[in-house]
């Protein structure tokens, strides 16, 4: 039942902005620090900006002063900005707790969305 379903991604030119979206059916999302999560190509899943219950936000040393993460109570929704797109902003975007769900001893996992920064 627990569901979380990233959007947003897509193909931009270095420089460009993207807006990602994550809804995420949990009944304590209220209350659960969420972050997004960025997998490049060849590498593990990294945490890359987290916002805790109260809004209270944190950023990759990679990513600060580019991207902005918020989020929706009301509507159960993440949000990152992200502005200023590198190429190495590539990679698959993930939505979860921080830190991530479990189900049984292994993590829970959306399908995620791509992003791809051309130079």
């Known amino acids: 039942q627990v569901q979380l379903v990233e959007s947003g991604g897509g193909l931009v030119q270095a420089g460009g902005s993207l807006r990602l979206s994550c809804a995420a059916s949990?009944?304590?999302?209220?209350?659960?620090?969420m972050g997004w999560y960025r997998q490049a190509p060849g590498k593990q899943r990294v945490l890359v900006s987290t916002?805790?219950?109260?809004?209270?936000?944190n950023y990759a040393d990679s990513v600060k002063g580019r991207f902005t993460i918020s989020r929706d109570n009301a509507e159960k929704r993440l949000y990152l900005q992200m502005n200023i797109l590198k190429p190495e902003d590539t990679g698959v975007y993930y939505c979860?707790?921080?830190?991530?769900?479990?189900?049984?001893?292994?993590?829970?996992w959306g399908q995620g969305t791509q992003v791809t920064v051309s130079s």
């Open positions: 916002i805790t219950s109260t809004h209270t936000t």
């Open positions: 979860n707790t921080v830190p991530p769900l479990r189900s049984g001893s292994d993590d829970y």
């Open positions: 949990l009944g304590s999302f209220n209350i659960r620090a």
